[in-house]
């Protein structure tokens, strides 16, 4: 069995845990669940440091059996300034929170595809998708790696804490700019560091799982965008957004870890 397939697995065996095991509570979750604090510490506080409040957009009019079971890192739905119209792919869309708020705002017109590996995931989105009745969300089984999506179709690609989960990023971002239409823009929360991670930590498949140690490199994360052909890539710490990173060199020593928006254009 390969490194890439080990991954998979215990990425799609632990969101899918989350998922049969999710009791709905008030407020949005993190990357992680209530059983597991290794990629956010031990304690709210820490959580908080690190996250901080997720959505700038409303999610007041979604019900908990939504926001409850939000996964993300940050809010890309903020940094997409979607419009009417558009149609929108989110890669790892989880129980369907981004693609809902996006379906309201790009309207009838518009259509938004949810793409997502994990089955249990996949039931609670279109569960999710019944109450609200949005008939302009369609969500797909599928990897990131190779996307279920025809090439130049898209609009507007939405991820949220999900692409440092993925074991080939090259990968995902070819498939990203195969699927986008010229012009079309890439709008991502994402875990990413400053320094790597040893090979010793990368081998930790719990860590790896729990949006951690699949965490890139900024420089390595912004290069394997430029092998893709993406432009005018911005990278900025959710923490510190006056400051860019997209043009940081490699960093030795330890990873740091935060949660970055990071942007990107497929040029026309």
Known sequence: MSEKTVIHE????????IATGFVPQQGAASCCDSN????????????????????????????????????????????????????????????GIDCFMAARQVGATGQVIGVDMTPAMLEK????QEKLGFANVEFREGVIEALPVASGTVDVILSNCVINLSPDKTAVFHEAYRVLKPGGRLAVSDMVTLGRFTPEERADMSAWAG????????????GAMQAA?????????????????????PVLGSAKLFSARITAVKPR
């Open 211 to 222: 949006c951690v140690t699949g965490a890139e490199d900024v420089a390595d994360y912004v």
């Open 125 to 128: 989105a279109r569960r999710n």
């Open 229 to 249: 052909g993406f432009s005018q890539i911005s990278v900025r710490d959710k923490q510190e957004p006056e400051q860019e990173l997209a043009e940081a060199l």
């Open 10 to 17: 215990k990425v799609q065996e632990r969101y899918g845990r």
């Open 36 to 95: 597991d604090t290794s990629c956010c510490g031990d304690s709210d506080a820490a959580l908080e440091a690190l996250y901080g409040n997720l959505y700038e957009t409303d999610t007041s009019w979604l019900p908990d059996s939504v926001t409850g079971l939000s996964l993300g890192c940050g809010d890309p739905l903020t940094l997409a300034a979607l419009e009417p119209g558009q149609t929108v792919l989110d890669l790892g869309s989880g129980g």
